[in-house]
T-cell receptor
C-alpha cells in the first residue's frame, strides 16, 4: 500500500534555531497536509497544500508541495518552546474521492530554551 | 466553541466487553472519519462517512461498527474488546473528501 517516509524521526534543537522536516512517497499525492500534535490532544492542521509547487506560509511555518507530487517539506523558523510536539505529514491520493489520508511516522520536536 | 468533540476522553474496560465512542462536529462538514493511533503514534484511517454513507472501510475487524445517525455525528461501537484494541481513537471531519481534516481530542481506550 501507499507509504510516506517522514524524516527526521526526532529533533532536539536550541530555541531560535530553524527546523526543517520532509516527507517522501513512492506514489503521487494530490494534497499534502501538515499537522502538529501535542500530548493528550488531537492533531491540529497547520498547512494544507493542494497544488504541485505551491509554497504556503502560516506565521513562522512554511510548507511546500513538491513539483513531482511525491514530496513535501515543512520549515519552522526561529523556533520557540511552544513549538514542541509531534509533526505529521499526510497525503491524499487523487485516485479516489474518499478523503483517505496516509500519514507519515511523525517528527518529534523538542526545543531547549 | 468545540469544533470536533468526542466522548469519553478516557475509556478503561475489561476484555470481552462492548463499548461505544461518540463523535460530533459543529463545522457543518459533510465527511467524517475514524482514525486509530497506536503506541508508536502511527495514525491509520479506519472508516469514512460522507453524508451518512460509508465510503471507506479499511481492513478493520467487523467487531468495529461505525454508525452515523446524521452528518454531524459518527459513533464507533466495538464488540468483544481485545487487548490489541488499546489505542487512541480520533474522530475527524472535512468539508468534502479532498480538503483538510479537523481532528477531535481523541479517546484513549485501555483494554485490561
Amino acid at each position: 500500500g501507499q507509504q510516506l517516509n517522514q524524516s527526521p524521526q526526532s529533533m532536539f534543537i536550541q530555541e531560535g534555531e530553524d527546523v526543517s522536516m520532509n516527507c517522501t512517497s513512492s506514489s503521487i499525492f494530490n494534497t499534502w497536509l501538515w499537522y502538529k500534535q501535542e500530548p493528550g490532544e488531537g492533531p491540529v492542521l497547520l498547512i494544507a497544500l493542494y497544488k504541485a509547487g505551491e509554497l504556503t506560509s502560516n506565521g513562522r511555518l512554511t510548507a511546500q508541495f513538491g513539483i513531482t507530487r511525491k514530496d513535501s517539506f515543512l520549515n519552522i523558523s526561529a523556533s520557540i518552546p511552544s513549538d514542541v510536539g509531534i509533526y505529521f505529514c499526510a497525503g491524499q491520493s487523487g485516485s479516489s474521492n474518499t478523503g483517505k489520508l496516509i500519514f507519515g511516522q511523525g517528527t518529534t520536536l523538542q526545543v531547549k530554551p | 466553541d468545540t469544533a470536533v468533540s468526542q466522548t469519553p476522553k478516557y475509556l478503561v474496560t475489561q476484555m470481552g466487553n462492548d463499548k461505544s465512542i461518540k463523535c460530533e462536529q459543529n463545522l457543518g462538514h459533510d465527511t467524517m472519519y475514524w482514525y486509530k493511533q497506536d503506541s508508536k503514534k502511527f495514525l491509520k484511517i479506519m472508516f469514512s462517512y460522507n453524508n451518512k454513507e460509508l465510503i471507506i472501510n479499511e481492513t478493520v475487524p467487523n467487531r468495529f461498527s461505525p454508525k452515523s445517525p446524521d452528518k454531524a455525528h459518527l459513533n464507533l461501537h466495538i464488540n468483544s474488546l481485545e487487548l490489541g484494541d488499546s489505542a487512541v481513537y480520533f474522530c475527524a471531519s472535512s468539508q468534502v473528501a479532498q480538503t483538510g481534516q479537523f481532528f477531535g481530542p481523541g479517546t484513549r481506550l485501555t483494554v485490561l
